[in-house]
């Protein structure tokens, strides 16, 4: 079984720059489509990006394309996320997850990291 934790948030102001890492315990992360996802208070976890097995196939949220890229390091079992251009409305706990199946909904994931908080100051 895969384990999942999140490192790299912080404060940033807007219009700045934040990297999420994402590592992974275990010798089957290459196995998996990963994805992000981000919860805001008194929101619903939502869906930021994803990521196929191989990394060849990537998708993101409306909210955060062009501003965000997601990546894959299998030899290192890390997966990345680089934010660019931040806004205030990007704060949230943000968390890693793993599926064998691959989609936007968070139902389809079934492994989950502890999350990492990203506040934006305006």
């Known amino acids: 079984q895969v384990q999942l934790v999140e490192s790299g948030g912080g404060l940033v102001q807007a219009g700045g720059s934040l990297r999420l890492s994402c590592a992974a315990s275990?010798?089957?992360?290459?196995?998996?489509?990963m994805g992000w996802f981000r919860q805001a208070p008194g929101k619903e976890r939502e869906f930021v990006a994803g990521?196929?097995?191989?990394?060849?196939?990537?998708s993101y949220a409306d909210s955060v394309r062009g501003r965000f890229t997601i990546s894959r390091d299998n030899a290192k079992n890390t997966m990345y996320l680089q934010m660019n251009s931040l806004k205030p409305e990007d704060t949230a706990a943000y968390y890693c997850?793993?599926?064998?199946?691959?989609?936007?909904?968070?139902?389809?994931?079934?492994?989950w990291g502890p999350g990492t908080q990203v506040t934006v100051s305006s």
């Open positions: 997850a793993a599926t064998n199946h691959g989609g936007t909904r968070k139902a389809e994931y079934h492994i």
């Open positions: 275990g010798r089957t992360f290459s196995s998996f489509v």
């Open positions: 990521i196929s097995w191989s990394g060849s196939s990537t």
